[in-house]
């Protein structure tokens, strides 16, 4: 069974770091993309990037392009979601998705709060 | 980027009555493998999305009949064949064919 296990909810203050995981299993971590979606307070799903974690190589939607970084330990299966320095608009819901050619699975999602 | 277009945004249905979100791309979707990555989800409040179909019309393991989907090239449609209270929630067009993959608007369905 594919499952897709996010780290859980985080609060933060504006300017500080943060990495979150994503723990994949039930099937071969590198053969599929992975990616993270982001989803504002009461707004629709915005696709941040993707990254195939067989070579790395991220493709970022445009608008989070040097906002954040994506990558992934094959080692361990989990891709990651890092911010260098977080504000107040980073606040929402961050999916872990990876799309398949017949089928694509969801993890359960971590809330980041940003307030100081 | 390719812009997914969902009409209505708002869809409010009566209890067994058919549903149908339109969901149309601003370039066409056939990968070059010959396939189009074009996927209906359904997020219902407070959850995760789930995956209803893929690749146009294919029903995702799990998901009751009454759904289908239909199109090809940039024009889409999903359909509810009698909407039941568990299809309250919003649904969302995806395509995953090419960089960066777009999701539509959403699409809140809610009943009457």
């Known amino acids: 069974e594919v499952q897709l296990v996010q780290s859980g909810a985080e609060v933060k203050k504006p300017g500080e770091s943060l990495k979150i995981s994503c723990k994949a299993s039930?099937?071969?971590?590198?053969?599929?993309?992975i990616g993270w979606v982001r989803q504002l307070p009461g707004k629709g799903l915005e696709w941040m990037g993707v990254?195939?974690?067989?070579?790395?190589?991220?493709r970022y939607s445009p608008s989070f392009q040097g906002q954040v970084t994506i990558s992934a330990d094959k080692s361990i299966s989990t891709a990651y979601l890092q911010w260098s320095s977080l504000k107040a608009s980073d606040t929402a819901m961050y999916y872990c998705?990876?799309?398949?050619?017949?089928?694509?699975?969801w993890g359960q999602g971590t809330l980041v709060t940003v307030s100081s | 980027d390719i812009v997914m277009t969902q009409t209505p945004l708002s869809s409010p249905v009566t209890l067994g009555q058919p549903a149908s979100i339109s969901c149309r791309s601003s370039?066409?979707?056939?990968?070059?493998?010959?396939?189009?990555?074009l996927s209906w989800l359904q997020q219902r409040p407070g959850q995760p999305p789930r995956l209803l179909i893929y690749?146009?019309?294919n029903r995702f393991s799990g998901v009751p009949d009454r759904f289908s989907g239909s199109g090809a090239g940039t024009d889409f449609t999903l359909r509810i064949s009698r909407v039941a209270a568990e299809d309250v929630g919003v649904y969302y067009c995806?395509?995953?064919?090419?960089?960066?993959?777009?999701f539509g608007q959403g699409t809140n369905l809610e009943i009457k």
């Open positions: 998705a990876r799309p398949g050619w017949n089928d694509e699975y």
């Open positions: 039930g099937y071969s971590f590198t053969s599929y993309y």
């Open positions: 990254i195939p974690p067989g070579d790395s190589n991220t």
């Open positions: 370039q066409d979707l056939v990968h070059p493998d010959g396939d189009t990555y």
């Open positions: 690749k146009i019309s």
């Open positions: 995806m395509q995953t064919t090419h960089f960066p993959y777009t």
